[in-house]
Nanobody, 117 residues
Framework: QVHLVESGGGLVQPGGSLRLSCAASGSIFSINTMGWYRQAPGKQRELVAG???????NYADSVEGRFTISRDNAKNTVYLQMNSLKPEDTAVYYC???????????WGQGTQVTVSS
């Protein structure tokens, strides 16, 4: 019913930048929260950043000040601008949307971000 497609991942040097995009399609109610999670090999999946349809944001302590989440409600698209990237940011990044009135969220397929010199 809801399809999420991430893009923008890739290989970048430490200190570099990437911008991730996630476009949602399908049956999406206007009141929702979209976010980015990441999972590195052997580690737990963690919340990176989230943003409500009203524009309220939250960030993991490890990325605050370096990453910025934003969204385009008309396009049902969420972005993650990642600056000052570090090797420890290397992970698969997943887009998520939680929609008001539904008990479960929806996930994208993930996009690989690798930070290496």
């Amino acid at each position: 019913q809801v399809h999420l497609v991430e893009s923008g991942g890739g290989l970048v040097q430490p200190g570099g930048s990437l911008r991730l995009s996630c476009a949602a399609s399908g049956s999406i109610f206007s009141i929702n929260t979209m976010g980015w999670y990441r999972q590195a090999p052997g580690k737990q999946r963690e919340l990176v950043a989230g943003i409500t349809s009203g524009g309220i944001t939250n960030y993991a302590d490890s990325v605050e000040g370096r990453f910025t989440i934003s969204r385009d409600n008309a396009k049902n698209t969420v972005y993650l601008q990642m600056n000052s990237l570090k090797p420890e940011d290397t992970a698969v990044y997943y887009c998520n949307i939680w929609i008001l009135g539904r008990g479960n969220g929806y996930w994208g397929q993930g996009t690989q971000v690798t930070v290496s010199s």
